[in-house]
């Protein structure tokens, strides 16, 4: 403002004081952060960036099934309510008694029917050598027949002539016959041999058969005895334990849920918002029970068809009054490793999950 030194003089005029240069670079600066704060909270370019949003979204992992094989009571229950256990770690034990009488019964009787094999063989053997025994005995005899037929040619020259006498050739002739009949005989007699290595030889096929059948049951009774140790599958974070001791429990009953380290995300978008998703675009996760910690991941794959038909009742708008309701098509949403907040998720968390679809996979 300026005063008036004398009469006549014009009125005062209220100005504005000038702001240094300073100061104004100030105010454009909180001005534009303020307006970059209201963006980025409603998700705005450019920090929406292209990206789809959805808060139906979860924590998903493995939970497996842990339950018996075998039928029996429960001797021991080694772990306890949200125990991290290992591979092959034993989680129940089933009483064994009778198992291992199975198992002691099925080596019996494999060594039973090992026996009878043993046995089996052996009489092989000796019918190899009454084979072998006939077929001698056959050449003999029909050496003995050569022989005879010999002396029965002579007889017939030496008869002709008077030098033996027909009662001496009858006799030639006799002894003739009798090495026929003998051929005759060791040559049944070596078919017999035969037949009963044949026989010996079959029986020897059925008994290694019951062998391996015994093998078999041996191995089921150890299978079984084995089985009465329930162990964890793999390595994770036991749930509740419902088995308790003395308990009568039955194959396939759940004892125990075992829930694996692995974790990911299932974000169930809009039919419309999935026109730009696909596999290896960069997402973010937001979780509630992390006070709404930001973890990284990335899209591995989009579900093959909407919730509606993986539904055990499907919905039916062939009658009546239709109204169009969005579909939702799941995409599944990897977890970036080297993550420290990652290890502090578990299956059934709510999030938010957001995909950038600009961009792809930088």
């Known amino acids: 403002m300026t005063n008036a030194s004398g009469p006549g003089a014009a009125p005062p005029v209220w100005r504005p004081s000038r702001h240094r240069p300073v100061t104004i670079a100030v105010i454009v600066a909180l001005t534009l952060a303020v307006v970059l704060a209201i963006l980025a909270a409603w998700g705005l370019p450019p920090f929406g960036g292209g990206g789809v949003a959805t808060e139906n979204a979860y924590v998903r992992g493995r939970t497996t099934v842990i339950a018996p094989q075998v039928s029996g009571y429960v001797t021991e229950v080694v772990v306890h309510d949200y125990d991290t256990v290992s591979r092959d770690q034993v989680l129940v034990r089933i009483d064994d008694r009778v198992y291992a009488a199975r198992v002691a019964q099925a080596r019996a009787n494999l060594a039973a029917q090992e026996a009878a094999l043993a046995n089996a063989v052996q009489a092989r053997a000796a019918r190899a050598a009454g084979v072998q025994g006939q077929s001698a005995g056959l050449t003999s005899a029909q050496a003995q027949l050569l022989r005879a037929r010999a002396d029965m040619a002579r007889a017939n020259d030496l008869v002709r002539d008077g030098s033996i006498s027909v009662r001496e050739r009858d006799q030639t002739l006799a002894a003739l016959r009798a090495a026929e009949a003998g051929v005759r005989q060791a040559s049944a007699l070596g078919e017999i041999a035969r037949q009963d290595l044949r026989t010996v030889e079959v029986s020897k096929?059925?008994?290694?058969?019951?062998?391996?059948?015994?093998?078999?049951?041996?191995?089921?009774?150890?299978?079984?005895?084995?089985?009465?140790?329930?162990?964890?599958?793999?390595?994770?974070?036991?749930?509740?334990?419902?088995?308790?001791?003395?308990?009568?429990?039955?194959?396939?009953?759940?004892?125990?849920?075992?829930?694996?380290?692995?974790r990911w995300v299932i974000a169930n978008y809009k039919e419309a918002q999935t026109r730009g998703v696909y596999a290896?675009?960069?997402?973010?996760?937001?979780?509630?029970?992390?006070?709404?910690?930001?973890?990284?991941?990335h899209v591995e794959r989009l579900s093959p068809a909407a919730g509606s038909e993986f539904a055990v009742l499907k919905p039916d708008n062939a009658t009546g009054n239709f109204v169009k309701v969005p579909q939702r098509i799941g995409v599944r949403i990897a977890i970036d490793p080297g993550q420290p907040l990652a290890a502090a998720l578990r299956p059934g968390m709510s999030v938010e999950a957001r995909v950038y679809v600009r961009g792809g996979g930088s």
Not at 221 to 232: F, G, P
């Open 205 to 262: 096929g059925g008994l290694e058969a019951q062998v391996e059948g015994a093998r078999a049951q041996l191995r089921l009774a150890e299978i079984d005895l084995e089985n009465t140790r329930v162990r964890a599958p793999e390595a994770g974070q036991v749930g509740e334990v419902g088995v308790r001791l003395g308990q009568y429990v039955t194959n396939g009953v759940q004892l125990v849920s075992l829930v694996p380290a692995e």
């Open 280 to 297: 290896g675009q960069r997402a973010l996760l937001r979780v509630d029970a992390l006070g709404g910690a930001k973890l990284k991941g």
